[in-house]
């Protein structure tokens, strides 16, 4: 499984097991299968609500665990309060989000000054963010001098964040995209079903292989073992120059499924 270097001179695996909309009761479970499947990464958030779950079956592992503070937790204080309820259900915590900038309450630096405060502490090894657009970046830089590790954005093929991405690469910061395969909506996209026919792969793998061979890392979710399976497995797939041209002529600009950060 490839790694993604951070530039606090980590790593992180480049594909993850994505926990959003799973169920409390189903969390520890199908993380278990991820696990067993040969993840190394699952992805969770105090929003999810299924924290304790993860941290069931994560506890006594070496796998990387990425968890994020919610909305209502925005501010110096609320975050450092956000994190030790968080750390209360995962007894291993190995990057720690701001989930969304907020940008409407302005309490995005603050909350950041407090991850920066638990990294410097040693509480937490790597501190990022979740849905931040380049200016949120630059802003938080500017005010404490810390680069985020990681910037969770949403990113597929319809929405491909360009301009993110290339902050983030001017930054050293690693983009790693939430809904990868776009909600499942582009699972049928006859461009994709042509690919995986001559790839011989599903389309799922197909999308997910773009991403990785752009250098994103990638946090799928799935809800059977054949699925968490398949997902896995798109490490093995090689797209060619052609193919890849393809899914990138495909970005659009309505192509945006979640909400707009800059509106919250």
């Known amino acids: 499984m490839t790694d993604l270097p951070l530039n606090d001179g980590r790593s992180l695996p480049a594909i993850g097991f994505g926990t959003y909309k799973v169920p409390a009761e189903d969390s520890a479970r199908l993380s278990r299968e991820a696990i067993d499947t040969g993840y190394r990464l699952i992805d969770t958030a105090a929003f999810y609500a299924n924290e304790t779950g993860v941290g069931e079956v994560t506890a006594d592992r070496d796998i990387f665990v990425t968890t994020k503070l919610w909305r209502d937790a925005m501010g110096y204080d609320g975050a ?17 989000l701001i989930h969304w900038p907020m940008p409407s309450e302005d309490r995005y630096v603050d909350t950041w000054k407090a991850l920066v405060r638990l990294r410097e502490e040693g509480r937490v090894a790597s501190i990022g963010v979740s849905n931040f657009s380049p200016d949120h970046l ?44 776009g909600q499942g909506t582009l699972l049928t996209d006859p461009a994709i079903e042509a690919i995986a026919q001559e790839v011989g792969a599903t389309p799922a793998q197909v999308i997910l292989a773009w991403h990785l061979q752009a250098g994103l890392a990638v946090i799928p979710k799935a809800s059977s073992r054949a699925r968490i399976e398949e997902n896995l497995a798109a490490q093995s797939v090689t797209l060619t120059a052609e193919q890849v041209a393809k899914i990138d002529a495909m970005d659009r600009e309505d192509g945006r499924l979640g909400p707009n950060p800059d509106t919250l």
């Open 80 to 96: 450092l309060r956000a994190f030790d309820a968080s750390a209360a259900k995962l007894p291993r915590i190995d990057l720690f």
């Open 138 to 181: 630059d802003r938080i830089v500017e005010a404490t001098g810390v680069v985020p590790a990681l910037n969770q954005i949403e990113l597929h093929p319809h929405f491909q964040q360009r301009a993110a991405r290339a902050a983030h690469e001017r930054l050293g910061i690693v983009t790693q995209s939430w809904s990868p395969l």
